[in-house]
């Protein structure tokens, strides 16, 4: 089939100029000046993001200085372009798919259109005739009768943006809702991602602009409107459609073929009648896609085409789709209930991490970047990504990067933290939003979960919310509960869906109850210590953290020059948590207190707290491997050079904390922490295929004398664990070494704060360049015992861009190991002083 003249098109819409609006005081005379004729504006883009490719505003994301561009939040922006007439009697739409937030549409200066809703699509008709403007996402939204439009050769289009916090303070002002105690700004009063106003890892920005593609579609004949596409393998590959089509025409020819090429393996017509169809297709030849480490990602096109009588091709669209089924299994047990996510029958254990706004302007995350922080998380042994319901509905191109890597998705719609309006404005608002959301990205093999909200059952209950609300006060329950459920039973009716994390399914049970649903554990960053997780239990723990700096580049960038210590001032204005700096400072204290306390001491103490944090909290959860199904680390990356829970910077570097996690998050691992034995590790076994080995057991003093040496044979099940322990605990010792192939563990028996820290002894150190990759090989060997040696290469003024291929290792009296560093970019590293730069958590292995 091809083309002909009476096909609907559709391109980007581009050429905009962005200008200051009326009431644009705040804004700084310079830039006043620079925008009287306007500048280039890109869409999908920002007002920020555009003033600062023109070197207007600074890069929060780089300078940390969120300050120096708080006055654009407050001023008036509009954007302007113009369409052609081209006479062609086409029906001519506009579709904003993301619109942020507070705007104004005018066509040839008539107002068509007010937003006020982030989340989901906007369209406008071009025509010479009264129409209707409403959410492209749903036929719920209003409409509104908008003038006809002049004559000439193009259409004029601005769009107005009107400040967000006017608005929000007012709504507050008239009908106040509680949200978490550190958030003065009213985000909840509006539909905007709450992050952008300020969370506590990420700076204020309050954000605006046309974030998402702006298309004009010209329909000559028939276009495709609505489409929902899912697919499903119960019995075999299946193929469900609803489209409804706009204009006339004959028929619908659905073509699977595979991705990368090849034959189709489906291809079927199916006639139209009244601009709406449903139907389901199978393609028995498809292979299943399933979950990394258990199967392959075998990935499919779905080619769908509108057509008239004589078969030529009116409008088609594409979606790449997998062949899966998927489930949430909520069983009743001697403990409470089950959370388990199972594809194709089988339940996959949960390893991975929450996933904030990659950006503070998510528009500005690129296909390549979202790819890399995928395969970040991939390369730990993730095979989830929970997206936090302060951001937004991940991106198509993040969903893509999921399906081919095989991670499981879990996807909070966007209410974070905070009690929300129910009345029918809102309720209409998140209708269209689970219809866009759904259209846009519900056709993906790895979105297996819909969450209705982050935080906000729990903080109805236990965050004063209830006394200030009243018991029968409006709180956001009815979204959670009824309308979004019902939006996807209609829409998405296959694929799990839980009201909000934490939550416990049973009525009366505290959402935030270890025996059943999910469970978020803040106490121990908040309160405690890491090592009160070995006293946790959860059916599911999908967040819980602890903070470090981003890397020590990204900090001198942001702050100009090297930290002094700790307790540098400069640090505090990248320290979003009101208790931040005391946590970093409590977490030292109780564990490395023997560390220099200088810029480079406390960096690497801070660090290694949150690798030490992970290993413990994750292999605590790992370790109660039946009755717990999953743990999510908050939080994978950054938007801004922050000190957080991220375990992946701003910039993609790596932190300690990335390395602990690919120690404990492997899909075998052995960890550090048994449900059943003080002296006993557990070894995980998350793939399907049994795992023989033999583990070598020993204990060991501080220094690493060997006082016992055993060797035990294991079968481990295919999806299940067992328990290593030394025969006997002999006096003296102080940790239990287990060794399995190629990974190693250690439980310590005494606390870090009845250990010695002898100083870190090396025998010897060898620096081997690779002249041919450009890598360095660093080679150690040990005279006493070292625990969690690590190669900062990144602390060298000239080793910025470097990675390192492993960190954090224990190492007994005469064991090697050698680091390979190699520099992102492919630049030869020349020989620099390496031994300088290893750090241990016993003592800094030399002086600097």
Request: contains cysteine.
């Amino acid at each position: 089939m091809t083309r002909d003249s009476s096909a609907t098109t559709r391109e980007a819409l581009t050429n905009w100029r962005l200008f200051l609006g009326a009431d644009s005081e705040s804004a700084p005379a310079g830039v006043a000046a620079a925008l009287t004729e306007g500048i280039p504006a890109t869409v999908p883009g920002s007002v920020l993001g555009t003033l600062i490719e023109a070197g207007l505003a600074s890069d929060v994301t780089v300078d940390g200085l969120e300050e120096d561009v708080a006055w654009a939040t407050h001023c008036t922006w509009i954007y302007r372009t113009s369409v052609p007439r081209l006479g062609d009697g086409a029906h001519v739409t506009i579709d904003f798919e993301g619109v942020d937030t507070l705007a104004t549409v005018r066509v040839d200066g008539n107002s068509v259109l007010e937003t006020d809703d982030m989340f989901h699509a906007w369209s406008i008709e071009l025509t010479d005739d009264a129409h209707p403007a409403h959410p492209s996402s749903d036929d719920t939204g209003d409409s509104a009768a908008i003038p006809a439009v002049s004559a000439g050769k193009e259409w004029s289009v601005e769009v107005e943006f009107h400040p967000v916090l006017p608005v929000a303070n007012a709504l507050e002002a008239s009908d106040p809702l509680p949200r978490a105690d550190m958030y003065e700004i009213p985000f909840n009063q509006v539909r905007k991602m709450a992050c952008s106003f300020g969370w506590d890892w990420g700076p204020t920005t309050i954000t605006a602009g046309l974030w998402r593609a702006a298309t004009v579609t010209r329909l000559r004949q028939a276009s495709i409107g609505q489409l929902l596409l899912t697919t499903d393998w119960s019995n075999g590959a299946s193929l469900s459609a609803r489209l409804d089509i706009d204009g006339a025409a004959d028929a619908v020819v659905a073509t699977v073929v595979p991705t990368g090429g090849g034959e189709a393996l489906a291809s079927q017509r199916f006639d139209l009648a009244h601009g709406h169809l449903e139907f389901d297709l199978q393609v028995p030849q498809a292979r299943r896609w399933d979950v990394v480490d258990r199967g392959e990602q075998p990935l499919y096109d779905v080619h769908i085409a509108v057509v008239d009588d004589s078969g030529a091709e009116l409008d088609s669209t594409h979606r790449r789709v997998g062949f899966r089924h998927v489930s949430l299994v909520q069983d009743e047990d001697d403990i409470g209930r089950s959370f388990e996510v199972h594809v194709n029958g089988s339940r996959v254990w949960a390893r991975g991490f929450n996933w904030i706004p990659a950006d503070v302007l998510p528009e500005r995350v690129t296909r390549e970047r979202t790819r890399e922080l995928v395969q970040e998380a991939v390369d730990t042994g993730a095979n989830m990504l929970r997206i936090w319901g302060g951001g937004v509905v991940e991106s198509r191109d993040f969903f893509e990067a999921c399906d081919e890597a095989g991670v499981l998705v879990w996807q909070d719609f966007s209410f974070a933290c905070a009690a929300y309006a129910e009345d029918d404005a809102q309720v209409t608002r998140v209708q269209c939003e689970v219809a866009d959301a759904v259209r846009r990205v519900g056709h993906h093999a790895s979105l297996a979960l819909w969450c209705g909200c982050n935080e906000n059952l729990w903080g109805f209950e236990d965050w004063g919310w209830k006394e200030t609300l009243g018991e029968d006060g409006a709180w956001g329950a009815h979204l959670y509960h009824e309308v979004i459920p019902a939006a996807l039973a209609e829409l998405d009716p296959q694929r799990p869906y839980i009201p909000g994390s934490p939550f416990s399914p049973d009525d009366g049970v505290h959402p935030n109850d270890p025996t059943q649903g999910t469970t978020h554990h803040w106490d121990t960053w908040n309160q405690l210590d890491y090592t009160a997780f070995e006293e946790k239990t959860s059916r599911f723990a999908s967040e819980f953290g602890w903070q470090a700096p981003a890397s020590w580049h990204t900090l001198i960038r942001a702050l100009g020059s090297e930290p002094t210590s700790g307790d540098d001032p400069r640090l505090q204005r990248l320290q979003k948590h009101p208790e931040g700096k005391a946590g970093l400072a409590r977490g030292i204290a109780d564990h490395v207190a023997h560390l220099p306390t200088d810029g480079r001491g406390w960096y690497f103490a801070t660090q290694l707290m949150q690798a030490r944090a992970i290993r413990a909290s994750i292999g605590r959860f790992r370790s109660l491997h039946e009755p717990c199904s999953g743990t999510l680390w908050w939080q994978l990356n950054d938007c801004w050079p922050a000190l957080s829970w991220a375990v992946v910077d701003v910039t993609g570097a790596r932190k300690l904390g990335w390395y602990a996690s690919a120690q404990i998050m492997a899909s075998r691992a052995i960890v550090a922490s048994s449900p059943t034995s003080p002296h006993a590790l557990t070894v995980v076994n998350d793939v399907p295929q049994t795992w023989e080995a033999m583990a070598r057991v020993r204990a060991v003093t501080e220094r690493g004398e060997v006082l016992l040496d055993e060797r035990i044979g294991l079968h481990v099940v295919a999806d299940g664990h067992a328990e290593v322990a030394p025969s006997r605990v002999p006096s003296g010792a102080v940790a239990v070494v287990v060794d399995v192939e190629d990974k190693r563990a250690v439980r310590w028996l005494v606390a870090d704060d009845a250990l010695e820290h002898p100083a870190a002894s090396l025998a010897s150190v060898q620096v081997n360049p690779d002249a041919a990759s450009g890598a360095v090989r660093v080679t150690v060997v040990a005279d006493d015992l070292i625990r969690d040696l690590s190669l900062l290469a990144e602390t060298h003024s000239a080793l910025e861009g470097v990675r390192v291929d492993r960190q954090l290792l224990t190492l007994l009296p005469g064991e090697s190991a050698t680091f390979t560093v190699s520099r992102l970019g492919g630049t030869t590293l020349a020989t620099y002083e390496w031994r300088s730069l290893l750090f241990a958590g016993t003592a800094l292995v030399m002086p600097r």
